[in-house]
C-alpha cells in the first residue's frame, strides 16, 4: 500500500519562509503529477500548486511569486518551498500525488497525505 507522508510545517512570523517535504512509500510502479493542497479552517480545500512528471508546473494565484514547488523522482518526493509567508497562508497542507501501483492498471489515482499545519502569525 501506498503512504505519503508530509513534513515541514510550524508556526513561522509574517514574512518568514518554511519549506515543506512530501515522501511516497510503498508499493509504487510510477508516479504521474504531485502536488499541494491547502484547507484553512471553514474553507474548501485548494490547489496550492502542482507539477507534472514532465516538469510543468501550476501555482494558485495567490501564492504565485512567492512559492516554488519542485520534486525528486529518485526519491519519490515533493517538495513546497514558501516565502514571504502571509497570516491567509494558514492551513492545513496535504500532500498529494498520482501513482500508479500496478502495471496491469494503466490508470494512475490519488493518494493524499494526513497533512502538515502551518500557521503564520506574529
Known amino acids: 500500500q501506498v503512504q505519503l507522508v508530509e513534513s515541514g510545517g510550524g508556526l513561522v512570523q509574517p514574512g518568514g519562509s518554511l519549506r515543506l517535504s512530501c515522501a511516497a512509500s510503498?508499493?509504487?510502479?510510477?508516479?504521474?503529477?504531485m502536488g499541494w493542497y491547502r484547507q484553512a479552517p471553514g474553507k474548501d480545500r485548494e490547489l496550492v500548486a502542482n507539477?507534472?512528471?514532465?516538469?510543468?508546473?501550476n501555482y494558485a494565484n495567490s501564492v504565485k511569486g512567492r512559492f516554488t514547488i519542485s520534486r525528486d523522482n529518485a526519491k519519490n518526493a515533493v517538495y513546497l518551498q514558501m516565502n514571504s509567508l502571509k497570516p491567509e497562508d494558514t492551513a492545513v497542507y496535504y500532500c498529494?500525488?498520482?501513482?500508479?501501483?500496478?502495471?496491469?492498471?494503466?490508470?494512475?489515482?490519488?493518494?493524499w497525505g494526513k497533512g502538515t499545519l502551518v500557521t503564520v502569525s506574529s
Open positions: 507539477i507534472m512528471t514532465t516538469g510543468g508546473q
Open positions: 498529494n500525488a498520482h501513482i500508479r501501483v500496478n502495471p496491469s492498471n494503466p490508470y494512475d489515482r490519488d493518494y
Open positions: 510503498g508499493t509504487i510502479f510510477s508516479i504521474s503529477a
